[in-house]
């Protein structure tokens, strides 16, 4: 038995990629205008305007608690002295 899995990405998505992966490295707007073109980079920085953020969402609950009140001048208790 043989399984194969390929992820497919379309054009669009693989360019957004190459993009990400440029400006990961730093790569200057002259030079990523030269790799993508002058109607090519426009139309990429729109589509990722467009495309939502990967954020990780955390689902908390907040639970208060009573402030614990700390004196000025440490006493005998604190400092063992008893």
Same mark, same amino acid.
């Given at each position: =038995? !043989?399984? /194969?899995?390929? @992820? /497919?990405? !379309?054009?669009?998505? #693989? =360019?957004?990629?190459?993009?990400?992966?440029?400006?990961?490295? $730093? /790569? !200057?707007?002259?030079?990523?205008?030269? +790799?993508?073109?002058?109607? =090519?980079?426009?139309?990429?920085?729109?589509? #990722?305007?467009?495309? %939502?953020? !990967?954020?990780? @969402? &955390?689902?908390?609950? &907040? +639970?208060?608690?009573?402030?614990? /009140?700390?004196?000025?001048? %440490?006493?005998? #208790? =604190?400092? $063992?002295?008893?």
């Amino acid at each position: =038995m !043989s399984v /194969t899995h390929r @992820v /497919t990405l !379309s054009a669009d998505e #693989e =360019m957004l990629e190459e993009l990400k992966a440029l400006r990961n490295l $730093g /790569t !200057s707007r002259e030079k990523t205008l030269e +790799i993508f073109g002058g109607n =090519m980079l426009p139309r990429l920085e729109q589509l #990722e305007a467009r495309k %939502p953020l !990967s954020a990780k @969402v &955390i689902d908390a609950e &907040i +639970i208060d608690s009573p402030a614990e /009140t700390i004196p000025d001048e %440490p006493d005998a #208790e =604190m400092l $063992g002295d008893e």
